[in-house]
């Protein structure tokens, strides 16, 4: 018998102890606690199923929305027409605020509406200034009639009326010219009882340049030579001509120049032209041509510095020569006064055995015969377009035109009995 004493039980595993939360500690638990949001539980989150809708109901409702959109429509389309009407309304109105615009350039210095306005008052005690007085005043009067700005307003004003909308690019108006055509042909075929020789030199299809010699003190010359190209040619065509700047400060003579087919003057214009195959005209001799003396008609002036040489020789277009003879004598240029002439915007006025003594008929022609030659093609194929810009070349081709055209000058004049029978 096993007398040894029982091993001791092992002591149960003790705890720890709790450790004491302070009251602050439990406080800001509490407050956490409070804060947290809500637990939700996910089978919450899945959306019910809705009952069916009911056919009965659905129709109801869809008929109503259709008699609310119904109801909606004609009051859109009342907005929209209103606004279209406002809208047409505001622009009467800026069209005949542009009406009166044009209307009152002639010289009363009304540009608009705000010319109805009242005038400011004056201070009392100050008596009215020439400013101050008015389109009644006599001296505000008298300088706007002394500015050229007037005469240039209101002779534009007038040569504007009855302008077509069917112009082209550089102001030409094809019903103009169908309006006046009979005028001219009249002039050219019973007034100045004009003869053509040579019209078969001016090709009927493609570019060329017509160099004429200016004749005569204003310039009809380049009217009669589309007259008469556009009468004796088989295909009748249409001549551009270039036009010095001086003419287009003339009364009604730039506007209605312009309306005919005239162009101002310069290298853009006459390659633009070229460029769409018309038949081009241009008077090299320019403003000094026109103001030629009567001794010293039919001799041809410098022909500048060769400006259409240079333009035949970039757009390979061949030059036909072309001279009028019978124009200086029909309104001789006796001398010319070159000062005073400021206010009108002209350069020198004429003075000739009509003109100014008998007014505005002194402007009218002596009905002398005139002849159009023209002369045979000069091709320029020859040279490159690279050429233009030799000056020893240009001078040259220049002298070489301006010889041919006095050739044929003189061979014309020695040819002619008479002023006025050709």
């Known amino acids: 018998m096993d007398t040894s004493p029982a091993p001791a039980a092992s002591p149960a595993p003790s705890r720890p102890a709790a450790k004491k939360k302070s009251p602050v500690s439990a406080r800001k638990a509490r407050r956490d606690k409070r804060r947290a949001p809500p637990r939700v539980d996910p089978i919450d989150l899945q959306p019910a199923a809705s009952p069916p809708d009911d056919p009965a109901t659905v129709a109801v409702e869809t008929a109503g929305h259709d008699d609310a959109a119904a109801a909606t429509q004609p009051s859109v389309d009342q907005e929209t027409a209103v606004i279209e009407e406002a809208r047409r309304r505001e622009v009467e109105a800026k069209i005949r605020e542009l009406e009166s615009r044009i209307e009152g350039m002639g010289g009363d210095g009304a540009t608009g509406p705000a010319s109805d306005a009242a005038p400011a008052p004056r201070a009392s005690g100050t008596s009215p200034g020439p400013r101050d007085r008015g389109d009644g005043s006599v001296l505000g009067t008298a300088r706007e009639m002394l500015s050229s700005d007037y005469y240039l307003r209101q002779w534009g004003r007038i040569s504007m009326r009855n302008r077509s909308e069917v112009v082209d690019e550089f102001g030409y108006d094809p019903r103009y010219d169908a309006r006046v055509r009979p005028v001219l042909e009249l002039l050219y075929s019973r007034y100045f009882r004009s003869v053509t020789e040579g019209i078969e030199h001016v090709p009927s299809t493609g570019r060329a340049l017509i160099v004429v010699n200016h004749s005569g003190t204003f310039p009809y010359d380049g009217v009669m030579l589309k ?83 240079r333009l035949c020789l970039r757009t390979q277009t061949p030059i036909v020569p072309c001279v009028i003879v019978g124009a200086e004598e029909s309104m001789p240029l006796m001398t010319r006064i070159e000062y005073l002439t400021g206010p009108l915007g002209l350069p020198y006025l004429p003075i000739t055995p009509t003109f100014p003594l008998l007014g505005p008929l002194g402007l009218l022609p002596a009905p002398t015969r005139w002849s159009f030659v023209f002369g045979p093609p000069i091709q320029l194929d020859g040279y490159g377009p690279e050429t233009a810009d030799d000056q020893v070349l240009v001078g040259r081709l220049t002298e070489r035109v301006r010889a041919t055209m006095q050739t044929m000058l003189d061979r014309a004049l020695s040819a002619r009995r008479s002023v006025w029978f050709g």
């Open 227 to 309: 007259t008469a190209v556009r009468k004796e040619h088989p295909a009748a065509r249409q001549v551009r001509w270039l036009s010095e700047d001086q003419i287009f400060y003339l009364p009604f003579v730039g506007s209605f120049m312009t309306r005919l087919g005239s162009v101002r003057a310069c290298q853009e214009n006459a390659e633009r032209l070229l460029a769409n195959d018309n038949l081009v005209a241009v008077f090299p001799e320019g403003a000094k041509g026109m103001g030629r003396l009567y001794r010293d008609r039919y001799r041809l002036q410098r022909f500048g510095r060769g400006g259409f040489i």
